[in-house]
């Protein structure tokens, strides 16, 4: 079980009907999670014998190799590691783990292995360290050897390693500052790119292994290049780019001088942009074993075996509150449309994505799943009719505990409540809400990272 407050959960109902309906919102939750764990993500794209891995129309014989060597990042890389090391025929030389969680006693039995916990969403010390030790590893390789990157959403912070001299302080107040401006995830990761020594192909240039990327995408449109800031893709994106972004959110004046002299240094010619020739990546392979997407699909065809399913969006982007709004809206609409039903039916509206949050200056707790569901209540006009689930498949939701949240017409039932929901939002202080009055989901780490999920529940007719 993921849902660790399910009873607390189901408190939230008025009647036995409510439960069952609660109950079958978090049977959803539980399905969602357990779908888009590495284990059923790997072994439905990946083929391990003896001899050789195959991937689609891709093999690599074992015999070819001298050493091979396993470095895996993000917030899945430990389930993501344990399925492989279960599975790999051959000895690894050198394991390389990064992740935001302490360490899982299945691995405790592996050797050569290195653990780093380090930090997200912005990198600490540790995020440095492992960084060191994977540069390390890589200069050191040859021709001879294959590295298997892992790498799941989050690793653009947990692996990380600023560039000119940049420190970890400066860096971080780069972070804070793209992190609280409400920029999506592809700007955010195009700035990293730049002031990283890593990220945006600049770890696999330092390599001449035969490198085999496996991610899983926790970005919009599966970019190769925005998953964890593509260490091992060529990059498009340029010093320019870093500029418009810049101008674009009205951040140049907030810049460290340290991070406004490197700016304008790229911007004028003096800095090389990301490798982007894709012949200095001819040693590499990557590939995008799980997404948003198909797990949606996965979902919508479990629940057309008892109601009405439809996805009406895989790509929801944008300020977390508008989307809330919008989507009320769109189930609102829907329910006018069915409300000639008599017999009780269910319809599913079914969306995935990421959304922004641009912080306020009183900042409290919460994250862009828990707004995006308060944000719906609060604009929802058929709201007796209406239930609807926001979650982030990696169990953390901005800087609260939870993964999101269920609302309904047990959320704002009376003006009081309607009150403090408004304030809470305009404070970015969503997760207080849910905690005192109900609706918080409580997972902890999933092991895994698929951007978010959303589902709206419309209930019409009677029984």
């Not at 945006?200 to 290049?225: C, E, F, Q, R």
């Not at 709201?383 to 939870?402: H, K, P, Q, R």
């Not at 989901?441 to 959303?454: A, E, P, S, V, Y």
Request: with cysteine.
């Amino acid at each position: 079980m993921f849902v660790k407050n399910k009873s607390s959960l189901l408190q939230l109902s008025r009647n036995i009907s409510e439960e069952r309906l609660i109950t079958s919102l978090i049977d959803i939750i539980e399905y969602i999670l357990e779908q888009a764990q590495p284990k059923n993500l790997l072994s439905s794209f990946i083929k391990i014998s003896d001899d050789k891995l195959v991937i689609k129309d891709r093999s690599f014989d074992f015999d070819s190799y001298e050493n091979f060597y396993l470095i895996s990042f993000g917030k899945a890389s430990q389930t993501m590691s344990y399925w492989f090391l279960e599975r790999f025929p051959r000895n690894f030389s050198r394991i390389i783990i990064v992740s935001p969680d302490d360490k899982i006693p299945e691995l405790n039995s592996s050797t050569n292995l290195d653990f780093h916990k380090t930090g997200h969403p912005k990198p600490n010390q540790e995020s440095l360290n492992a960084a060191k030790n994977v540069i390390s590893l890589l200069e050191k390789n040859t021709s001879k050897d294959l590295c298997i990157f892992l790498i799941s959403g989050g690793g653009s912070s947990l692996l990380e390693y600023p560039d000119f001299g940049l420190s970890l302080d400066e860096y971080s107040r780069l972070m804070e500052i793209m992190l609280s401006c409400g920029s999506s995830i592809s700007e955010l990761n195009t700035i990293r790119k730049h002031f990283s020594k890593i990220k945006g192909g600049k770890l696999a240039t330092l390599s001449k292994a035969s490198i085999l990327t496996l991610a899983i995408s926790d970005v919009i449109g599966n970019d190769l290049s925005t998953i964890a800031s593509g260490p091992t893709v060529p990059d498009k994106t340029t010093w320019n780019d870093c500029g418009e972004i810049m101008t674009k959110y009205s951040l140049v004046t907030s810049l460290p001088d340290s991070i406004k002299t490197i700016l304008e240094n790229g911007i004028e010619g003096f800095l090389d942009d990301t490798p982007s020739d894709e012949n200095n990546f001819t040693h590499v392979k990557n590939y995008i074993v799980g997404d948003n997407l198909a797990l949606l699909e996965l979902l919508s065809i479990k629940l057309k075996l008892d109601a009405t399913s439809e996805i009406i969006d895989h790509r929801i982007q944008g300020e977390a509150k508008d989307i809330g709004e919008k989507l009320a809206s769109i189930a609102s609409t829907l329910l006018s449309n069915l409300k000639h039903e008599k017999r009780k039916t269910v319809h599913y509206l079914l969306f995935g994505g990421e959304t922004t949050v641009k912080l306020s200056s009183l900042r409290g707790r919460g994250g862009r799943n828990q707004e995006l569901a308060l944000s719906f209540a609060l604009s929802s006009k058929h709201n007796e009719s209406i239930y609807f689930v926001s979650l982030g498949t990696d169990g953390i939701d901005g800087n609260s505990e939870a993964a999101g949240a269920i609302v309904g017409p047990f959320t704002i039932s009376n003006s009081e409540l309607k009150l403090e929901a408004k304030k809470s939002l305009a404070e970015n202080d969503t997760n207080s809400f849910f905690s005192k009055n109900g609706g918080e989901i409580l997972t902890g780490h999933t092991g895994t990272n698929l951007m978010d999920i959303g589902v709206i529940c419309i209930v019409v007719g009677k029984d």
